[in-house]
């Protein structure tokens, strides 16, 4: 596709159930990256993908989530045993390639979740 | 911990007029700097970006400029349009590392 794409784009769950993310990143971006932004928060770092390399999981908030990614290709990120304070809306973006100089980062629209 | 920190949630300015967006950051390890503009419900988009290597950056309607020395940088909008209204979220990195980190954002309101 043009963009990068993430279903679902509303998810409302019930505390203590599992949800999955997913993104579909731009064709031919080996870096793909989550981050999530909460209610009047800015948008929080959570996890890094690049190409066959160890993925960066220093933000991921809990062991609770978990993203896992095919390839280059599209990436999961599990949420287990929600809680409220995972309401938030789940940004996935996809770049060329690592680092930011000359490299714009593209976002997709988000998957709004919302843990009652 | 908040080492960025967009101060102002909301500002509102008239069409044709200059809209001064405000960051500031703490960490003294930031050396790549990104404004971000972002419609509702839609993601983030990129919009301009500097290096602490300069003090200015201009792209058209857009400029940022940087004080390193006061931590603080800033996005000039010249002349402001109503489409600019949006949320403009500042970013900041390590050595123009993937992590970013955000501030808030600050809801621009340009009025006709």
């Known amino acids: 596709g043009a963009g990068v794409s993430q279903s679902p784009s509303n998810k409302v769950t019930e505390k203590g159930k599992d949800v999955e993310l997913r993104c579909d990143p731009i064709?031919?971006?080996?870096?793909l990256y989550w981050y999530r932004q909460r209610l009047g928060q800015g948008l929080e770092f959570l996890i890094y993908?690049?190409?066959?390399?160890?993925?960066?999981k220093s933000g991921l908030p809990s062991d609770r989530f978990s993203a896992e990614r095919t390839g280059e290709s599209v990436s999961t990120l599990t949420i287990q045993r929600t809680q409220q304070e995972d309401s938030a809306v789940y940004l996935c973006?996809?770049?060329?390639?690592?680092?930011?100089?000359?490299?714009?980062?593209?976002f997709g629209e988000g998957s709004w979740l919302t843990v009652v | 911990d908040q080492q960025v920190k967009q101060n102002s949630p909301s500002l509102s300015v008239q069409e044709g007029r200059i809209s001064i967006l405000n960051c500031d950051y703490t960490?003294?390890?930031?050396?790549?700097f990104l404004w971000y503009k972002k419609y509702p419900a839609e993601g983030p988009t990129f919009l301009i970006s500097i290096s602490s290597i300069k003090d200015k950056n201009e792209d058209g309607r857009f400029t940022v400029f940087l004080n390193k020395s006061a931590k603080h940088l800033s996005l000039h909008i010249v002349p402001s349009q109503p489409g600019d209204s949006a949320v403009y979220f500042c970013a900041a990195s390590v050595g123009s590392n993937y992590k970013l980190t955000f501030g808030k954002g600050t809801l621009l309101t340009v009025n006709p």
């Open positions: 064709s031919g971006h080996t870096a």
């Open positions: 960490n003294s390890m930031f050396d790549y």
């Open positions: 993908f690049q190409g066959n390399s160890a993925p960066d």
């Open positions: 973006a996809s770049s060329r390639s690592q680092g930011l100089l000359g490299n714009t980062i593209y």
